[in-house]
């Protein structure tokens, strides 16, 4: 059973610097069905970025999204005060046959 | 406009069974590889997969609730029902409904607002 372990718990950094967060997977994710959510308090999560590396509709581009295999990343290049949150990666395909990894909290320093 | 809206009780009592109501509008849930999942949320935790259909009627569940969910879709109403039974206390959360697309990786591309569902006697 795939599980999905997201690094750091926190992201303690300032408007400006870049964001770098972690998802790794137990085994392969299946066909590259890796995705990343956006999630404000008191909101519904918001599609980032789906089969590892395409930005969804609306989403700028200072959001990036990278990875295979067991490995992945979603880069913030540049933090906007509006990017602080909490963000999730989800996989697609491998039993069971979806997962969401337990968030990163992105938060301002 | 793609919308979804979560609709159902807002308190159920342990042991009962949980009726949950996705109203989908600005789709059709007839239309090609495109379908709506159920995903969950205890307060102050993370997400969790429950359950999701395609247009095509396929089903799937979570493997550790896979003996208590069942969800089926009401085309003509534009509906997705999730039942839950046996409800506890720790299946206090907030249900989200939202649509996939194979054209967006079988992602959840848009969200309901979400329901809060209290477990309690």
């Known amino acids: 059973e795939i599980v999905l372990t997201q690094s750091p718990g926190t992201l303690s950094l300032s408007p400006g610097e870049r964001a770098t967060l972690s998802c790794r997977a137990s085994?392969?994710?299946?066909?590259?069905?890796l995705a990343w959510y956006q999630q404000k308090p008191g909101q519904a999560p918001r599609l980032l970025i789906y089969?590892?590396?395409s930005r969804a509709t609306g989403i700028p581009d200072r959001f990036s999204g990278s990875g295979s295999g067991t490995d992945f990343t979603l880069t913030i290049s540049r933090l906007e005060p509006e990017d602080f949150a909490v963000y999730y990666c989800q996989q697609y395909g491998s039993s069971p046959l979806r997962t969401f990894g337990q968030g990163t909290k992105v938060e301002i320093k | 406009q793609v919308t979804l809206k979560e609709s159902g009780p807002v308190l159920v009592k342990p042991t009962e069974t949980l009726t949950l109501t996705c109203t989908v509008s600005g789709f059709s849930l007839n239309n090609g590889r495109m379908g709506v999942g159920w995903i969950r949320q205890p307060p102050g935790k993370a997400l969790e997969w429950l359950a999701h259909?395609?247009?095509?009627?396929?089903?799937s569940y979570s493997t550790s609730l896979k003996s208590r969910l069942t969800i089926s879709k009401d085309t003509s109403k534009s509906q997705v029902v999730l039942t839950m039974t046996n409800m506890d206390p720790v299946d206090t959360a907030t249900y989200y409904c939202a649509r996939f697309d194979f054209w967006s990786g079988f992602a959840f591309d848009y969200w309901g607002q979400g329901t809060l569902v209290t477990v309690s006697s």
């Open positions: 089969a590892v590396s």
């Open positions: 259909i395609f247009s095509n009627d396929e089903k």
């Open positions: 085994q392969s994710v299946s066909s590259s069905y």
